[in-house]
T-cell receptor, first 116, second 112 residues
């Protein structure tokens, strides 16, 4: 079974530019999540999709961040315009439908974003 | 607001030297405490889920335990390949049913 795939693995951009991160979840996983780890801090929740619908986006920092999940498959996270404080590692995770035994999050390797 | 504090921040052990990692938490209605392992350049890899005080789970040299305020990850006779960052996370009843709150992690180094 293929795991959660994220692209790119590392992106370096200048302040004010736009970056789009992509996540391909495990096939059949309805739930998709974005998390972020800023240097020196803990991994923090950004948002949660159930299929194509945003279930919870309480962790999104501001309106410069836009997440989409077209057709309930892959997801993109766009940062526009990027600021220095957006630097960090963005993790995507997916899980099966509700039920404690199947709701284990499987994480991707992350996309490291560096804003100069 | 759910909170997770892990200690120590870093731990260096000799191969075969057993020890424990601590995860203290405050959560509104615990719906699961999770331990993950993270290797450099990779995402967190699931180890255990604990749901109620007194519960224990084991996997190879690792054993996780849970009380009402904290969880311990016991490492017995560790090997160099156990070196990694160990992350603790909780899921509470408030907010999203699937949202995890993480601690900063414990960086474990096992020397041969």
């Amino acid at each position: 079974e293929a795991g959660v795939t994220q692209f790119p693995s590392h992106s370096v951009i200048e302040k004010g530019q736009t970056v789009t991160l992509r996540c391909d979840p495990i096939s059949g996983h309805d739930n998709l999540y974005w998390y972020r780890r800023v240097m020196g801090k803990e991994i923090k929740f950004l948002l949660h999709f159930v299929k194509e619908s945003k279930q919870d986006e309480s962790g999104m920092p501001n309106n410069r961040f836009l997440a989409e999940r077209t057709g309930g498959t892959y997801s993109t996270l766009k940062v526009q315009p990027a600021e220095l404080e957006d630097s960090g590692v963005y993790f995507c995770a997916s899980s099966q439908a509700a039920g404690t035994s199947t709701n284990v999050l499987t994480f991707g390797a992350g996309s490291r974003l560096t804003v100069l | 607001e759910d909170q997770v504090t892990q200690s120590p921040e870093a731990l260096r052990l000799q191969e075969g030297e057993s020890s424990s990692l601590n995860c203290s938490y405050t959560v509104s209605g615990l719906r699961g405490l999770f331990w993950y392992r993270q290797d450099p350049g990779k995402g967190p890899e699931f180890l255990f889920t604990l749901y109620s005080a007194g519960e224990e789970k084991e996997k190879e040299r690792l054993k996780a335990t849970l009380t009402k305020k904290e969880s311990f990850l016991h490492i017995t006779a560790p090997k160099p390949e156990d070196s990694a960052t160990y992350l603790c996370a909780v899921r509470g009843s408030g907010g999203s049913n699937y949202k995890l709150t993480f601690g900063k992690g414990t960086l474990l180094t096992v020397n041969p």
